[in-house]
């Protein structure tokens, strides 16, 4: 029995959303702000094994609480409009475990299909809820009566109400729902009303907590270095407290008992010879007397109390090579890296959480749900791939009718780098038509399963090889190759300077392989900005055919009649054009074109564009084949000058040339096998004071970019919040 998935509707940024469960470990991603840690405390709010987390009204989406203001108190039905917050939880059980989800069964006809039940924070009695906010109204309205004041007496909104009377007036309310009954998305049908259980003051919560346990490992731990002064404990104080539920008891071991009787019986001889004077002394003062006991000092040892006071945890070091028979070498655990600690801490942690499943022999749930929260924190990339890759194999081996699922929300890309994709749910963050700021929840084993092979293993290989922080980037940047990926930052930082305020990630994939990516940043419905080079080649000759269906195109200028592009990523993915004249003629819709839904595109290309060249007093509209070709033709002053010859691209007696002779020499010698393209790049950028300009097709993706995440420019952001407007 396991956890299939479950759905959340009006918690947080989770407005509508489901979110699948792997049998064994899922791993939530995505940038900050996207609902990963909401959808962690929700389990915590409604399912936690210790005192539930009490709701607040700002644990509603936003755009409910438009809908508790605009509740008509006098004529609306509180029970149905009155927003609530759903959590559905569905199950794959077994049959060996179909005795425990008895009461969840919509009919005696099951037939394999997932268990759900259904945990709604709703109003507790509508009508009550009105007439409590009606009379804190009132109230509140008369004690303003016949004053002109500016004070405003609570409440004044519904909203404002139940900011301090949620818990009186919500509970939980727990639900049997029948999978038949929604849709392949685990969405009710209209018109299904789920049973009704209960609530948690009823007792109803204890259906669902026969079936999971549910434990978490926040990621701010209290675990310290030796020499902080901060509030913390150290890892023996922790372990003493495993040791305490889990580890094994001494009453049947009779060889630790002997030798724990044994030492007690050795030190209470060393007590007697030294307080026996002292304690002989005290006859002198009347002391103890007839009717008063004596006093002996006698130790007494438990297991327990060793290993808090007298056992504490150290480090072995091996003794030196050549040292014959010399011991090794111990240190405190405080000498030890805070890393190294906070790793055993984790892992003593998930023991802990383990035992406390397994004891609990008489009403222990089939499910043991184990969340933790950033295990980076503290820990560096080894250690991370470590815990993520041997964290499940640490557990005792899983026993017939039990299951340990784990959850892991990470901003790490070394745990992406381990986990490969099927695992991950990317919370992805999108904004609904009337304006909402929401997440989605994209589940890519589904991408896994529908990707074809070759582009998947190119994929996951990538991935591992450069970039996993693609999952937690605000967008990604797909560029050409090196000098893209230096200048790029230069660029954005001198000429679209608000996209410096997010998260970019530039991932180096050339022309031929940037369209491998296409289907996977769709499927994240990440903005994407993909600059790639026009790459024209003359049209092959298809009249001499060789070994690959037909001669191989040489390089042309992009000038030249007929040309087409040899670029993959144009041809096959944005705008799907091979003919240069068409690509130059392309508009802003075919490099970004619209989703299925009718949306605007989250997707665009950039490449070489036509732009005014000017060299001495000559003007020319022209455009480059390359980034390099590009920005020579845009900076031909400061390339053709004396303090440009380090960027490699002087031409000889240029000021005697015309730009179509100054291009077509800059054409060969950027595809010359003796230009250095990063030497090229580094060039400018040690031009630190240098003005120069960036190729327009560059300047204008990144600006498409910038609208796309919506940022403002400082100047702009200023004069807003100085209006009283807001940073919208």
């Given amino acids: 029995m396991q956890v299939k998935c479950f759905r959340v509707e009006n918690f947080r ?31 915590q709010m409604f399912l936690s094994q210790k005192p539930r987390a009490p709701f607040q009204i700002y644990d509603f989406t936003s755009d409910c609480w438009g809908l508790f203001d605009s509740f008509d108190v006098e004529d609306g039905d509180p029970n149905v409009e009155l927003p609530r917050i759903t959590f559905d939880l569905w199950f794959d059980v077994d049959e060996d475990n179909l005795h425990r989800v008895l009461e969840l069964l919509p009919s005696l006809d099951w037939e394999g299909e997932p268990v759900g039940v259904r945990m709604e924070y709703a109003p507790r009695d509508g009508a009550t809820l009105v007439a409590n906010y009606m009379e804190a109204r009132e109230k509140a309205k008369a004690a303003t009566d016949g004053f002109e004041t500016s004070y405003k007496p609570w409440p004044q909104s519904m909203v404002e109400y139940l900011g301090k009377r949620l818990q009186q007036e919500y509970e939980i309310k727990y639900y049997a729902l029948d999978a038949n009954e929604c849709d392949d998305q685990f969405v009710l049908k ?185 295990p980076e924190a503290h820990l560096h990339a080894q250690l991370q791939q470590v815990f993520i890759r041997k964290i499940l194999e640490i557990l ?86 090196n000098v893209e990926r230096l200048l790029l930052p230069l660029v954005i930082e001198r000429f679209v300077p608000e996209l410096r305020s997010c998260h970019l990630t530039i991932l180096e994939v050339g022309g031929a392989f940037a369209y491998k990516f296409a289907k996977l940043v769709e499927f994240l419905n990440m903005p994407t900005l993909v600059i790639t080079d026009l790459d024209s080649v003359e049209a092959p000759d298809t009249t001499a055919v060789g070994d690959d269906g037909y001669k191989r195109a040489a390089s042309c200028a992009v000038d030249t009649p007929g040309a087409i592009t040899s670029n993959e990523t144009l041809k096959q993915w944005l705008p799907k054009l091979e003919k240069i004249a068409e690509l130059l003629d392309a508009g802003v819709d075919q490099k970004a074109p619209l989703q299925s839904n009718g949306s605007a595109g989250l997707i665009r290309v950039a490449y070489q564009t036509e732009e005014m060249v000017s060299w001495q007093t000559a003007h020319e509209v022209r455009a480059g084949r390359t980034l390099e070709e590009a920005f020579a033709l845009q900076n031909l002053d400061w390339t053709q000058s004396v303090d440009g010859k380090d960027l490699g691209l002087s031409v000889r007696k240029a000021p005697e040339l015309t730009i179509a002779e100054l291009h077509e020499k800059l054409f060969k010698r950027v595809k010359g096998s003796y230009f250095d393209k990063t030497a090229f790049a580094l060039g400018v950028i040690a031009a630190a004071d240098q003005a120069w300009r960036s190729p327009a097709y560059i300047t204008e993706g990144l600006e498409w970019l910038r609208e796309q995440l919506k940022l403002v420019a400082p100047e702009e952001l200023t004069k807003r919040l100085a209006e009283g407007a807001g940073p919208e």
């Fill in 13 to 43: 940024r989770l407005k509508s959303a489901r979110v699948d469960l792997e049998q064994e470990r899922t791993i939530f991603v995505g940038a900050n702000n996207s609902g990963k840690t909401s959808a962690t405390h929700l389990f």
């Fill in 190 to 374: 209209e018109g299904y009303e789920p049973f009704f259980l209960g609530t948690h003051t009823t007792g109803a919560s204890s259906i669902v907590d026969s079936l999971i346990r549910v434990d978490f490992l926040n990621a701010q731990r209290h675990l310290h270095d030796g020499d902080s002064q901060r509030r913390g404990e150290d890892l023996s104080k922790r372990l003493s407290r495993f040791y305490e539920r889990n580890l094994q008891k001494l009453d049947s071991d009779l060889d630790a008992l002997g030798a724990i009787a044994e030492s007690e019986e050795r030190l209470n001889e060393h007590f007697a010879n030294v307080f026996g004077p002292t304690l002989a002394r005290l006859s002198d003062v009347g002391y103890p007397g007839i009717a008063n006991p004596g006093l002996v000092v006698k130790a007494s040892f438990d297991a327990h109390g060793l290993l808090s006071t007298s056992a504490k945890v150290h480090y072995s070091l091996p003794a030196p090579v050549g040292a014959g028979g010399a011991v090794d070498q111990m240190l405190p655990d405080r000498y030890n890296g805070l890393g190294f600690k906070n790793l055993i801490y984790m892992v003593v942690e998930v023991l802990d959480f383990h035992q406390a499943w397994v004891e609990a022999e008489i009403s222990r749930p089939p499910i043991h749900l184990v969340m933790i929260e950033e």
């Fill in 396 to 481: 005792p081996a899983p026993e017939a009718d039990f299951q340990t699922q784990l959850v892991v929300t990470t901003h790490s890309p070394h745990l992406i780098y381990e986990s490969g994709f099927k695992p991950i749910r990317y919370f992805s963050r999108s904004v609904a038509p009337n304006g909402l700021h929401c997440s989605d929840v994209r589940n890519l084993s589904v991408f896994y399963d529908e990707e074809e092979l070759t582009t998947l293993k190119f994929l996951q290989q990538y991935m591992k090889l450069t970039h996993c922080d693609l999952f937690f980037a605000d967008a990604a940047v797909l560029v050409e190759g």
